[in-house]
């Protein structure tokens, strides 16, 4: 099982990003699927998720800016970052879960930098 994100990049505040988890090895649609983030020098927390019913969860500090979508055509899972804030900078990563979010994260992606700055 591989789980690739991508999709990190330099923005400037209020800008905006779309993350990609793209997986070979197992079927993202038959599961949940949640995005995190670790900045420098704090702790690594999840930022949303995904059931595999498509039930959506996010941290408050992103609700109503982030959205997390599947293409399970492609097996491919999105995190669109709207208006993104200095405080967004982080390596995301995505891992899987079971078929709700619960928290049993087995396989996880390598992580894409974003970086928010003026």
């Known amino acids: 099982v591989q789980l690739q994100a991508s999709g990190g990049g330099l923005v400037q505040p209020g800008g905006s990003l779309r993350l990609s988890c793209a997986a070979s090895?197992?079927?993202?649609?038959?599961?949940?699927v949640g995005w995190f983030r670790q900045a420098p020098g704090k702790e690594r927390e999840r930022v949303s998720c995904?059931?595999?019913?498509?039930?959506?969860d996010y941290a408050d500090s992103v609700r109503g800016r982030f959205t997390m979508s599947r293409d399970n055509a492609r097996n491919v899972v999105y995190l669109q970052m709207n208006g993104l804030k200095l405080d967004d900078t982080a390596v995301y990563y995505c891992?899987?879960?079971?078929?709700?979010?619960?928290?049993?994260?087995?396989?996880w992606g390598q992580g894409t930098l974003v970086t928010v700055s003026s």
């Open positions: 995904i059931s595999s019913a498509g039930n959506q």
């Open positions: 090895g197992v079927t993202l649609g038959h599961y949940a």
């Open positions: 891992a899987t879960d079971r078929s709700k979010c619960i928290g049993a994260n087995d396989h």
